[in-house]
């Protein structure tokens, strides 16, 4: 399974932004699937996920109200729009998937695959 993250960009305090994630060699139907960020210095963290049907959704507390993950199996596309970003969701965002379809965990020891990562800059 290879994944594609795209969307990143540098934008103020505020703005939006929407991540898309394609992934290729696998249908997105049969895959768990989230984001996580890395920040410069600072360890890699939960962003969201999303299981294989989108009926089960987890968030990290800090993003909850501002970031929606969606998908389109159809597209084999995983989505994360991100809403009045602030200087600290700064970061490399990594799409990341797991075959363990139900699954939408928080731990990153859980997934199998992961994509390149995009930059996300938010100034002040």
């Known amino acids: 399974v290879q994944l594609q993250a795209s969307g990143g960009g540098l934008v103020q305090a505020g703005d939006s932004l929407r991540l898309s994630c394609e992934a290729s060699?696998?249908?997105?139907?049969?895959?768990?699937m989230g984001w996580f960020r890395q920040a410069p210095g600072k360890e890699r963290e939960f962003v969201a996920a999303?299981?294989?049907?989108?009926?089960?959704?987890v968030y990290a507390d800090s993003e909850k109200g501002r970031f929606t993950i969606s998908r389109d199996n159809a597209k084999n596309t995983l989505y994360l729009q991100m809403n009045s970003l602030k200087p600290e969701d700064t970061a490399v965002y990594y799409c990341?998937?797991?075959?363990?379809?139900?699954?939408?965990?928080?731990?990153?020891?859980?997934?199998?695959?992961w994509g390149q990562g995009t930059q996300v800059t938010v100034s002040s």
């Open positions: 060699g696998r249908t997105t139907s049969r895959l768990g």
């Open positions: 999303m299981s294989a049907n989108g009926v089960s959704t």
């Open positions: 990341t998937a797991t075959r363990a379809y139900w699954s939408a965990s928080k731990n990153f020891q859980d997934y199998d695959y």
